[in-house]
Each structure stands twice: as C-alpha cells, then as structure tokens.
C-alpha cells in the first residue's frame, strides 16, 4: 500500500500549505482528499507535488506492506 504520511511533513518544511496547493498551484481539494486518505492519485499530482515541493518522490509517499 502506498503511503502519503511524509507529504504533510514535507510541505510543512517547506512551508506549502494545503491553502497554497489549491490556490496557488492549482491542485485540486479532491486529489488533497485522496492524499490524505491514501487513496488512489494520479502520477500527473504526483509529479507536481515533487515539482512545487522541490523534492523526490520518497519525500511524499512509501510503500508500506499490507497486513496478508
């Protein structure tokens, strides 16, 4: 299962709010949803994540093995 714990870390040390990512860069509410419930998001979100936060993909996600 992957994992979005370290995005909120990661925005908070870069000082991005969820405010910002909306209003500024456009993300929208519904892919922020998803994130926080690790759900599905597209790899489209993924990558501006990784563009507007200055960062590599293991700073915002992990794959976390699911209980069998």
Do not use: H, P
Not at 6 to 32: A, H, P
């Amino acid at each position: 299962m992957i994992v979005f714990d370290k995005l909120w870390k990661t925005m908070k040390e870069r000082g991005v709010s969820q405010y910002k990512l909306i209003n500024e860069y456009k993300i929208s509410s519904g892919q922020l949803d998803r994130l926080r419930k690790n759900g599905n998001v597209n790899i489209f979100t993924i990558n501006s994540l990784c563009k507007i936060l200055n960062c590599k993909i293991e700073d915002i996600a992990e794959y976390i093995e699911e209980d069998q």
